[in-house]
């Protein structure tokens, strides 16, 4: 099956090198028709500095070349990915389309699959996430990653197809927790980022990771997915790798926030915009959230970094 790839950003374009490298051609979509020249003529892309892209991938702006595929990695930021599925459903359908981003919906508060699932019902709807850095990916680093399919037979075709030497991939058919574990690693990325940047250490990092996990599992249980997803690689595995690295976005953000400096306003941060549509849904299913809570409080300059820290340290002293 031809493969394609929605994105050429770091993670969309490494994902891109990672399947070309072990022998696929690959298609790779990106907006902006300069970036696609650059990476065309030149084999590179700035966002992946020191990476040169094999010549079996072919980069294009146009969509019908995009959709000659029969499998689309979809890594584009969570938050466009409605109207992208909503402006070309007729092209999408019958395809295999494979999210690669994470973070929910703010509309509709459904995660990428999900949103796959409802607005192409006739496309097979995959989740691919874990913990992985775009530049581990293009190097040929090691990696593990989980892909979610709730079709099992249509799953076990496609983790075949996106497998490489260096990229292994575990299936699951736990499509909401795969999501929600890529999702909300993210935002606890931030609330460490912030731990660290006001001086807290290390101990209090673990803590809250430790805290953090728990209030992951336990908005997966109430949105009808197994916690024991969340145990896993697109859960457990992908917030020890984001809450502990200067590669993660989410992280390098919530140390600005913790720090009180600037963070360029042009990265994508997907945990701030997660972590406002999960507290609106812990609002609606009156679950308690707290750090999910605070961090949104925090992106939209709702609280500031002592006394959001100090609502954390205050909370009723409980069992574990």
Not at 17 to 25: P, S
Not at 27 to 44: G, H, K
Not at 232 to 237: A, K, M, V, Y
Request: proline share 4%.
């Amino acid at each position: 099956m031809k493969i394609g790839v929605a994105g050429g950003g770091a993670f969309g374009t490494a994902l891109g090198v990672a399947l070309a490298l072990d022998g696929n051609d690959i298609t790779l979509w990106a907006r902006d028709p300069q970036a696609v020249q650059l990476m065309q003529t030149e084999r590179r892309n700035p966002k992946l500095p020191g990476v040169d892209l094999p010549q079996n991938i072919l980069f294009c702006s146009d969509l019908e070349t995009l959709f000659s595929a029969d499998i689309i990695l979809i890594a584009i930021p969570a938050q466009t990915i409605r109207a992208f599925l909503t402006d070309h459903v007729d092209r999408l359908t019958g395809k295999h389309l494979v999210a690669c981003c994470k973070g929910i919906d703010l509309e509709r508060m459904t995660g990428p699959g999900s949103t796959i699932r409802a607005l192409v019902p006739d496309a097979t709807a995959a989740v691919l996430t874990g913990p992985s850095f775009a530049a581990d990916i293009a190097r040929g680093l090691p990696t593990a990653l989980t892909l979610a399919c709730a079709d099992d037979a249509m799953g076990a075709i496609l983790q075949t197809a996106l497998s490489t030497t260096a990229m292994r991939l575990y299936r699951s058919n736990d499509i909401i927790g795969a999501e929600l574990g890529g999702a909300l690693k993210n935002v606890m990325a931030i609330a460490c980022g912030v731990t660290i940047g006001a001086g807290l250490g290390e101990s209090a990092r673990a803590a809250l990771m430790t805290r953090g996990f728990p209030e992951m599992q336990r908005l997966a249980a109430v949105l009808g997915a197994s916690p024991e997803t969340l145990a896993g690689l697109s859960g457990f595995g992908d917030l020890a790798l984001t809450c502990t690295s200067d590669q993660s976005r989410n992280y390098r953000y919530g140390l600005a926030l913790g720090q009180g400096t600037d963070f360029d306003s042009s990265t994508t941060v997907e945990g701030a915009a997660t972590a406002r549509a999960v507290r609106r849904l812990a609002e609606e299913l009156g679950i308690e959230l707290p750090i999910c809570t605070v961090v949104a409080d925090l992106t939209e300059a709702k609280t500031d970094v002592p006394t959001a820290l100090n609502a954390l340290l205050s909370r009723p002293l409980k069992e574990e």
